[in-house]
């Protein structure tokens, strides 16, 4: 609640929610949905995180942990998914050694998932 308040002057244009493909993170992101309701803070969608393994070999996406409970989820609550976003070394290592990792692997599939996200709450929220 307090960082709620704390980012109320800024007038947020809603929450992005993020999610594991697991059942314990769904029912944990269930609980974050009913607070954001009662805040009347406005849910631009959910995410799935870890949704899926990206060799650092050859690329391919393999799904190693159970996949769809973010859009389950997103369809339960009637709020949009945005998409999932697979697990990659590549973006890890990116990120830790602040490399840009949009630079250095386009043809990702993590890249695609983030890049589709970002277009995708682009457009449910005013410029």
Not at 63 to 71: A, D, H, K, L, P
Not at 79 to 99: A, H, I, M, N, W
């Amino acid at each position: 609640m307090a960082a709620l308040d704390a980012l109320r002057p800024y007038s947020p244009l809603g929450a992005v929610v993020v999610t594991t493909p697991q059942a314990v993170s769904v029912g944990d992101v269930r609980r974050e949905l009913t607070f954001c309701r009662k805040t009347g803070l406005r849910v631009i969608g959910i995410v799935e995180n870890m949704s899926g393994f990206v060799c650092p070999h050859c690329t391919e996406c393999t799904n190693v942990f159970s996949r769809g409970g973010g859009e389950e989820l997103a369809k339960h609550a009637g709020v949009p998914f945005l998409g999932s976003v697979p697990l990659d070394p590549e973006l890890t290592r990116c990120l830790e050694e602040g490399r840009d990792f949009i630079q250095e692997f386009p043809q990702s599939p993590a890249f695609h998932a983030l890049s589709a996200i970002a277009q995708k709450i682009l457009k449910e929220t005013p410029a």
